[in-house]
Nanobody, 125 residues
Framework: QLQLVESGGGLVQPGGSLRLSCAAS????????IGWFRQAPGKEREGVSC????????IYADSVKGRFTISRDNAKNTVYLQMNSLKPEDTAVYYC??????????????????WGQGTQVTVSS
C-alpha cells in the first residue's frame, strides 16, 4: 500500500524551530507535487505550502511566508518543511499529501490522493 509518513513534530516554545519530514513508501515522490497542510482543533484543514515535482517552484500561505521553507530530496524520497519563528497559532496537526497535478488553487485538497497520518506540532510556553 502506498504511504506517506510524517515525522518531526513535537512541543516547542514560541520562536523555536522544527523540521518536519514526509517520506514515501512504495512510490516515487519525484513524480508528485507535494503539499503540506495543517488542521487546528475546530478549524478547517488549510494549505501551508507546496513544492513542484522538480523542486524548482514553491508556494506558501501568507501566514507562514518568510518563516517556513519547503524542500525536497528526491534521492531520499523525502520532502521537508523547515519551520522557524514558530508562533502559538502554528499549533496544529500537520499533514503531507501527494498529487500528480495540483489545482490552479494550490491549497485545494481535492487533487491530493495520498495523505500521511499527520504529526502534531504544539507551540507553547
Amino acid at each position: 500500500q502506498l504511504q506517506l509518513v510524517e515525522s518531526g513534530g513535537g512541543l516547542v516554545q514560541p520562536g523555536g524551530s522544527l523540521r518536519l519530514s514526509c517520506a514515501a513508501s512504495k512510490f516515487t515522490l519525484e513524480d508528485y507535487v507535494i503539499g503540506w497542510f495543517r488542521q487546528a482543533p475546530g478549524k478547517e484543514r488549510e494549505g501551508v505550502s507546496c513544492i513542484s515535482k522538480g523542486g524548482d517552484s514553491t508556494i506558501y500561505a501568507d501566514s507562514v511566508k518568510g518563516r517556513f521553507t519547503i524542500s525536497r530530496d528526491n534521492a531520499k524520497n523525502t520532502v521537508y518543511l523547515q519551520m522557524n519563528s514558530l508562533k502559538p497559532e502554528d499549533t496544529a496537526v500537520y499533514y503531507c499529501a501527494a498529487t500528480r497535478f495540483r489545482s490552479s488553487i494550490w491549497s485545494d485538497t481535492r487533487p491530493y490522493v495520498y495523505w500521511g497520518q499527520g504529526t502534531q506540532v504544539t507551540v507553547s510556553s
